[in-house]
């Protein structure tokens, strides 16, 4: 059917492919596109029709391939089998709770391989698993897991992980909390040592009909997003989602003979859909480490022969920033695969790691639609042709926007208006009418916009402004609202000002990001008034350091200050951001005084010329 609509063009546009070339240039980035989509289109829908679920297909590879690795971790090998093994001990654990299909539990687990046995093994239940991020704590942490509707909550091995469960004890609603790493007489009163279950538990398979009632539409899992109104909300992944976002990595054609490279988080659409589901599906090998590593990232490459890595932005400038090794030039990688890899360096990591293929892709985990740069294209992150456009399942576009009133630009109709190349705008994508998050209908309707083309029609609205170029490239531009991305993760600025508030002497803070030249995404920065206009002092510097580091994720603290006689608000009252983030933490543009996070001593320091110029030239922050 695409080949018909693709030749249907060419004719259009001439006898000769040379004359529709010369009439439409870019067309050949089209076709590459449409070409490995059609690819991974006649792959998705082997699956469907089969009517395999992810962990169907996972029990099959370790039928097939049984001794194949599966993950190797810290030069540790784990087949299919073992992790099978220890999948089902997970089983027979849980087969002991009284859950049924569709059910949740949390479960907050490093990059490790208990995090895939644990995973795999609620997913042959047919349980749901809310995917904790590891870095939370305090209220960010028992709102995530009691949101989510669990019935338990699993903890990883790992004394902060304890830490973190344990300084919001009684705030889970009294699920019973599990703790893994420890057995019973090492673990505190009031939790439960899964090991000792574990070790107690029999690796014999469950038949698959302990998950009978399992549909596409039952929740597999929820994967979290900050979104633009405050603490984080669950994602729902249904079973026909993880079947999907699966697929996402056969842009790169990954197959069983691959070794994916995975430093992202797991409990992340990228490093957990894109890269776990995606080695499940192809029943490929893949290397996870704990975190990135930039001193060891080549080695690793070239001690497990990795073929493709997965790769945030930032990671490429860590890379970069490095001494050059011969590690970096006799690897195997074939392709990278990835976000937020921006235009200033693309070219350089192609040529100093020499990497064939660079495949940049945009998506969000509520999304409905992903794009992808096939073309190795520097800083896009995917094409909006007409004849993509057209070809789409849902319909995409970019619409004008305005930034001081934070709403798309109407027409006279009332209707949006579609950019056009060489302008930048608002990304959309036409969906069907399903809620993205678990139990916030305000949330729901918030992602969407509503009578965009012609009445009665809806629009899922990403958040985000992109670049149309004259090829149709598109190119990150920016984040709207409330949210921002820092260190590969989402901000909520709403829910770090809360935390800020909750100080006794600042009376508001206005909570934006803002860039910093060679940094990928965006800062915090927080615009702060106090009562009775008091001065920051050394004490309430050190003091505010200590709250951020108590009750805020490290990617989340603010790195900047700016200290105001009076907020910065709209008309009617709302936070104005606009001029607060385009001054940024510039001392030619800011007369008020401002603050730097200074990880030495532990405080906020003030921003005076010597401390500006370090920030600027400054290559890891």
């Keep these: 059917m695409l080949d018909k609509v693709v030749y249907g063009v060419a004719g259009a546009a001439g006898a000769s492919v040379v004359a529709w070339k010369t009439m439409f240039p870019w067309i050949h980035h089209d076709l590459k596109i449409i070409k490995v989509g059609k690819r991974v289109k006649t792959e998705m829908d082997k699956d469907f029709e089969s009517g395999e679920f992810l962990i169907d297909r996972f029990e099959k590879h370790v039928y097939n391939q049984p001794r194949k690795p599966f993950i190797i971790f810290e030069g540790n090998v784990f087949t299919y089998e073992y992790i099978d093994q220890q999948a089902n001990r997970v089983t027979n654990v849980v087969r002991t709770w009284g859950l049924s ?21 609620l997913q042959k239940m047919g349980i749901a698993t809310a995917l904790i991020n590891f870095n939370l704590c305090q209220k960010q942490l028992s709102h995530s897991v009691n949101v989510s509707g669990a019935k338990a909550f699993i903890a990883g091995q790992g004394a902060e992980l304890f830490d973190a469960v344990h300084a919001e004890e009684g ?102 859909g894109l890269g776990l589901y995606g080695s499940i599906r192809a029943g490929a090998t893949m290397v996870l480490r704990r975190k990135f590593s930039a001193s060891h990232f080549w080695e690793d490459c070239c001690r497990y022969r990795v073929t493709i890595i997965q790769y945030i932005g930032e990671m490429f400038r860590y890379l970069l920033s490095r001494p ?50 096939l073309s190795n294209k520097p800083g896009a992150i995917g094409r909006l042709s007409p004849l993509l456009q057209r070809l789409s399942a849902n319909y995409q576009t970019l619409v004008k926007y305005d930034t001081a009133t934070a709403e798309p630009i109407r027409d006279s109709n009332g209707h949006c208006i579609e950019v056009k190349p060489g ?23 918030k992602k969407r916009i509503r009578n965009v083309f012609k009445k009665g029609d809806a629009y899922f609205n990403f958040g985000d402004l992109f670049y149309l170029d004259r090829d149709y490239f598109v190119y990150f531009v920016d984040r709207i609202g409330d949210t921002f991305r820092w260190k590969g993760e ?44 008091k001065p920051l002092t050394p004490e309430l510097l050190r003091k505010f350091w200590k709250h951020c580091e ?72």
Aim: glycine fraction near 8%; include cysteine; charged fraction near 20%.
């Design 324 to 373: 050059e090794s011969p590690e970096e030039k006799s690897h195997q990688i074939r392709a990278a695969f990835g976000n937020g890899l921006r235009r200033d360096i693309w070219e350089q990591v192609q040529a100093r790691f020499r990497i064939p293929q660079i495949t940049e892709f945009f998506g969000a985990t509520e999304g409905n639609t992903m794009l992808f740069n």
């Design 101 to 121: 299909v569709g059910d949740t539990v949390a479960m907050m687990i490093y990059n490790e391989p208990a995090f895939v046995w644990t995973f795999l093994g």
């Design 171 to 272: 705030k889970f609603g009294g699920m019973p909390i599990y703790i893994q790493g420890c057995s019973a007489n090492q673990v505190s009163t009031g939790y439960i040592s899964f090991d000792d279950l574990m070790a107690a538990s029999s690796p014999a398979g469950v038949d698959a009909s302990v998950r009978a009632g399992l549909t596409p539409m039952t929740p597999a899992c929820y994967i979290y997003t900050s979104g633009t109104t405050g603490l984080s909300k669950p994602v729902f992944m249904r079973q026909i989602s993880l079947m999907r976002v699966s697929g996402g990595i056969l842009f790169v054609d990954l197959t069983q003979d691959d070794v994916l490279y995975m430093t992202l988080p797991l409990y992340h659409s990228a490093g957990g």
């Design 490 to 533: 989402n901000v909520s600025t709403t829910e770090v000002a809360n935390i800020l508030t909750s100080l006794d002497f600042i009376h508001d803070a206005n909570v934006y990001g803002v860039t910093i030249p060679g940094q990928d995404g965006r800062a915090g920065m927080a615009a702060l008034t106090l009562y009775d206009d």
């Design 423 to 445: 302008e930048k705008g608002l990304f959309i994508s036409a969906f069907a009418p399903v809620n993205f998050y678990k139990a916030s209908q305000e949330a729901n309707e």
């Design 550 to 621: 108590e009750n805020l994720a490290t990617y989340a603290r603010p790195m900047f200050l700016r200290l105001q006689k009076e907020a910065t608000l709209t008309a009617t009252f709302k936070q104005r951001k606009v001029e607060l983030v385009k001054e940024g933490f510039d001392i030619n543009l800011v007369d008020d005084p401002l603050y730097f996070a200074d990880q030495v001593t532990k405080s906020y320091i003030p921003i005076k010329q010597d401390t500006y110029s370090r920030i600027l030239t400054t290559s890891k922050l």
